[in-house]
């Protein structure tokens, strides 16, 4: 038996689009004589649908993609993904189900029985769990047929669950495996995903063919990396991350196993992928081709104009240098020399006048009062208004350049440099952020090297530096990563050695700076636990403030 795998870049609710893919995927599959095809989870309407899937409409043509799917299936096995009706009162109105397709009509459908609501998941709100569990008899062989998180309770030990759909399923004697997902990136979850499905092959001793997405849905990027896995626990094939991709395996040389392909998992380097492939699918599903941005000559925008003129072209990315009377020399000539390598359009708007018109309209109402951070905001929301406003007039999508430490300690002004239309880095913390850098520079220097050496200013005060508010950001990463990745509290952090009175003080500035975050743009996820729909805080809570 021939199986083709189809890693697809599906796109939410865009039924003709991502019914055309699979008909390419089914040719391709035919033209090599696959006697089977395989989509990824919620295939025909993309993933995460969300209150999309409470319209009516919406089933409806989902379900309209499976019948004209159906009659592709004359002379070849097709599954795909798709939410179905309950047909019973009881119980939620939909399931999210795998679907075989033979001889032009459905033959069977497997509901997913795990349905997670951790992080960016919350699948219990829309989908009833399955409660029967069997096989699909196909061309002499049985397929345990499951959707994504259906794997992840090996032998019953997740907590989160008290049924594993494979030991209901091993009663039946199944041959091998097919698991539907829409399984998410973040750097980690690569190597995470193939122990587990190297858990799931070593106790049942079954091959698996793992069939993820590929591309990205707003803020949440699928890496493909689809697998094969052989009895003997080999990778037989690991498919590319971040492509779509269509391959074909004969079961009998999977069954022989003694083949390893795994892919390198260089962290900063899977960043990079991902959050290019968030800007591109953000920009290109929306139907936008230009970003602007302000590059200031830091660090943080250099890299993201970096990561923008790889996914959309440097020609699509205007960039905008604002300098102030606090804006250095070098930092000005810092940025024009980025732009210059890249070939990207720039502008030179400065804002000196603009916050003295300010100023002078605020004088008598701040009389008697020293410069503060009032001042420095005024500079950034100015920056902020000659940025939506260039975006307005020639519709250019404005690029977020706040990195993940910066956000994580409110340290960015609201409707200044935290608007944008997309968060590119608010998923990184600063260290990775000139990790990035490097690797940016890896071939050739693109971001000039000042912009990486000299100590981290916001220049909106004389002689201002990042230190002069915050720790070094080694310790202050650290600290933020026990606290909000591995979600560790103060007395945890702190017997890892850290300083009492700082942890309370990041802590504390973390969550009273919760409504700023509420307000910022989607923010690209590259770590297990983002800002944003993965990371759902109270405003007004008193805990550690």
Not at 14 to 43: C, H, P, R, T, Y
Not at 408 to 427: F, H, Q
Not at 505 to 530: C, D, G, H, M, W
């Amino acid at each position: 038996m021939k199986i083709a795998i189809a890693q697809l870049n599906y796109h939410i609710g865009n039924f003709e689009g991502n019914l055309n893919k699979m008909l390419e995927a089914i040719e391709k599959a035919k033209n090599q004589d696959a006697d089977l095809i395989v989509f990824g989870e919620l295939s025909t309407c993309g993933y995460p649908p969300r209150d999309f899937l409470e319209f009516d409409d919406f089933i409806a043509k989902s379900e309209a993609c499976v019948n004209r799917l159906a009659e592709e299936s004359r002379n070849i096995g097709i599954i795909v993904g798709s939410p179905t009706k309950n047909p019973v009162i009881e119980g939620k109105d939909l399931y999210n189900s795998a679907i075989f397709l033979y001889g032009g009509e459905i033959k069977y459908t497997q509901h997913k029985a795990l349905l997670p609501t951790y992080d960016i998941f919350d699948e219990y709100r829309y989908f009833e769990p399955a409660s029967e569990f069997n096989v699909v008899h196909f061309k002499g062989k049985k397929i345990a047929l499951t959707v994504c998180e259906d794997i992840w309770n090996v032998g019953n030990e997740n907590p989160l669950y008290v049924t594993c759909p494979l030991d209901e399923m091993q009663h039946h004697s199944p041959d091998f495996v097919i698991n539907l997902s829409a399984s998410p990136f973040n750097y980690r979850h690569a190597e995470t995903r193939i122990h587990v499905l190297k858990a799931n092959v070593e106790r049942y001793g079954l091959p698996m063919f793992y069939v993820n997405h590929s591309g990205a849905q707003t803020e949440v990027i699928f890496d493909g990396g689809s697998l094969v896995i052989s009895p003997d626990g080999n990778i037989h094939d690991e498919l590319p991350y971040f492509k779509e991709e269509v391959r074909v395996y004969e079961l009998d040389e999977v069954m022989k196993g003694g083949i390893n392909r795994v892919q390198p998992k260089e962290k900063i380097a899977l960043i990079h992928d991902a959050i290019v492939t968030g800007i591109r699918d953000y920009f290109g599903k929306l139907g936008f081709k230009k970003a602007i941005l302000g590059l200031s000559g830091g660090i943080d925008s250099a890299v993201t104009a970096a990561l923008a003129a790889a996914a959309l072209g440097p020609e699509n990315v205007l960039a905008v240098l604002m300098p102030s009377q606090f804006s250095s020399d070098h930092s000005v000539g810092d940025a024009e020399q980025l732009a210059k390598n890249y070939g990207m359009p720039y502008k030179t708007i400065p804002i000196k006048g603009i916050y003295d018109s300010f100023m002078g309209s605020l004088s008598e109402h701040f009389e008697g009062r020293p410069f503060n951070v009032t001042e420095e905001n005024i500079q950034a929301r100015s920056r902020g208004v000659i940025l939506m406003a260039l975006s307005n007039k020639f519709g250019n999508i404005l690029l977020n350049t706040s990195n993940k430490s910066e956000m994580a300690v409110g340290y960015g002004t609201l409707y200044g440099d935290m608007c944008g239309g997309l968060s590119v880095i608010g998923d990184v913390y600063k260290t990775d952020v000139f990790a990035l850098a490097e690797y940016i520079n890896k071939d050739q220097e693109l971001i000039p090297r000042n912009t990486i050496t000299k100590p981290p200013s916001a220049e909106l005060r004389p002689n201002q530096k990042d230190s002069d508010s915050l720790p070094d950001y080694d310790t202050l990463d650290e600290i933020l990563f026990e606290y909000i990745e591995n979600t560790r509290g103060p007395k945890e952090i702190i017997e890892k050695g850290f300083d009492k009175k700082l942890v309370a003080r990041i802590l504390k500035l973390v969550n009273i700076n919760e409504f700023k975050r509420y307000q910022t743009a989607p923010v690209l996820r590259v770590s297990s636990k983002a800002f944003g729909m993965g990371r759902r805080m109270p405003i007004v809570g008193k805990y550690l403030s």
